[in-house]
């Protein structure tokens, strides 16, 4: 298995703003830096080593069934054992931190933020630093000093909120950190064949780090300056220091002494169970189905397109079940909100079925990921929305994707991925929300929150809504639903190939190739939905 590496949008919720809601602050709604999808073969000019592309003529007209058993054979069984070796030294290592700590704290309830820095919780750091620092090293080696060193600078630069410059000085950290990154990957562009994996480790620390920046400044929780030893275990907590998601430092503290009784283990346990299971059937999807599939498409280039980028999509839902177990497996809390968790899962880091199914663009970038999602719109979002009125919600919006995209440093694809989201969502937001007040129609991006609270009289959870209304709306919401996921196959094939070259020739695999057989549609699209909103309002 080739090194795990970025794949996802990151994006959160801040297109999805109703006027009224803007009006109130802006109600909104990790990546995941990796990826275990096989390279594409899409571009059906480049050549490859990869299994299917070495099949001869005849191997590739063999039946389904005989593909499905060669596929299982070949590719799912190899991919199922080598993931769980890896997976294995991560569930491990939660769970020793999580037996050490309850040991060790099995007389005391909660420690309480004003107790973060005390001597007798330093242990408590310790254990998760150590923990951390043993499965960096377990997948980096020696390159886990690279990160160590990122850190300390990190840390270096919290110390300047000390001065007192209130949130400018928050935003001069975010600015720096940020900044540290982008030198550090300059440093060694030409050697930069290892940095994807450190960028999405460092990018979940510099978020970390933003994140504690802006509470010390302006949170209304009593946040202490971590000493040492209390940012290394946040940093390096080894439930989200390799594969994220971000948690406040807050939520750190809180989780350092998990809950007790046989209850809560029985329920992580079975947590634990159904996140590996559907790691493992996610993995087989994005290494061995969706590049079958690939194969099976024909001329059909929007199929192609379509199964690329469902490799990619369940690259990502690996890598969230994954985080879920590890989450489980540690009893370390995310942000309590009710719709994030769930009886079987436990902490949710992304809704799949959303996604796969999307009402709107705005609710899949919802479901994508939900901590970062979270991130962003406290940190970015609602701080360029503070400086202004509603009436610089576009500003907002498009500068809360360029932080997403700098996040991910120097990578051409993702800024042309989310910038495109961006233009995408806020258009296709803009337009229905137009049409849904023009109609009084449920057609507006946001879901329908139910008969009694849809704001729509033509809604189709009414029973007063006739049939031929309700089959209307619910057509208009099918055909947005159809063309999200053409938009979803169309951005998402480019972040399968690893090529950075910028080249259009077809032969030397360029990720734009498929935008250009395509013929742009989608920005095509985008831009017309733009359009349509001017005209008709």
Known sequence: MKNMDYQYYDEPDYIDVDDDDADNGGHTENGFPYGYHNPSRLNPNQEDDDYYQDATAAERHLTLMERLSDNLENCVQPSLIQVAQYMAPMLILCLVSRILKQIYARRRGTVAQSEANCLSVAPLHVINSVCGIVLLYLTLGPRLGIILVLNVISYTLLQFVRLGNGQRGAIAIAALTIGSQFLYELAIWRQRQDWPQLRGIQMVANMKVISLAFDLTGSK????????????????????????????????????????????????????????????????????????????????????????????????????????????????????????????????????????????????????????????????????????????????????????????????????????????????????????????????????????????????????????????????????????????????????????????DEESGSFMWHWSEAGYLSHYLGIGMFVLYLFIS
């Open 221 to 504: 929780d009593e946040i202490t300056m971590p000493g040492p030893l209390a940012y290394l275990g946040y940093i390096l907590n080894p439930a989200t220091c390799l594969l994220g998601p971000w948690i406040r430092y807050a939520h750190y503290v809180e989780s350092l002494v998990g809950n007790k009784g046989s209850h809560n283990w029985l329920r992580n346990l079975r947590q634990v169970i159904l996140n590996v299971l559907l790691c493992l059937l996610t993995l087989a999807i994005s290494n061995c189905l969706a590049p079958s599939l690939s194969e099976m498409t024909g001329s059909s280039h929007t199929l192609l397109m379509y199964t690329g980028a469902l490799s990619v999509r369940t690259s990502h839902y690996f890598v969230c079940f994954l985080v879920q177990a590890l989450l489980a497996c540690a009893d370390q809390r995310l942000e309590e909100e009710p719709t994030n968790s769930n009886w079987w899962l436990g902490h949710l880091v992304s809704r799949p079925g959303q996604i796969e199914w999307p009402r709107s663009l705005t609710s899949l970038v919802r479901s994508w990921n939900i901590p970062m999602h979270d991130w962003l719109k406290r940190y970015v979002y609602r701080g360029a929305m503070a400086t202004g009125s509603s009436q610089h919600l576009l500003v907002s919006v498009f500068c809360t994707y360029l932080i997403s995209s700098l996040l991910h440093g120097m990578d051409l694809r993702i800024y042309l991925v989310l910038l495109s989201l961006a233009a995408f969502g806020q258009g296709e937001m803009m337009l229905r929300r137009h049409l849904a007040q023009s109609f009084d129609a449920c057609i507006s991006a946001n879901p329908c929150r139910g008969s009694e609270l849809c704001r729509y009289s033509r809604c189709p959870a009414k029973p007063k809504c006739g049939f031929f209304v309700n089959l209307l709306i619910r057509f208009a919401n099918l055909g947005f639903t159809l063309l999200v996921i053409y938009h979803l196959a169309y951005l998402g094939v480019v972040l399968l190939n690893e090529s950075l070259s910028t080249d259009l």
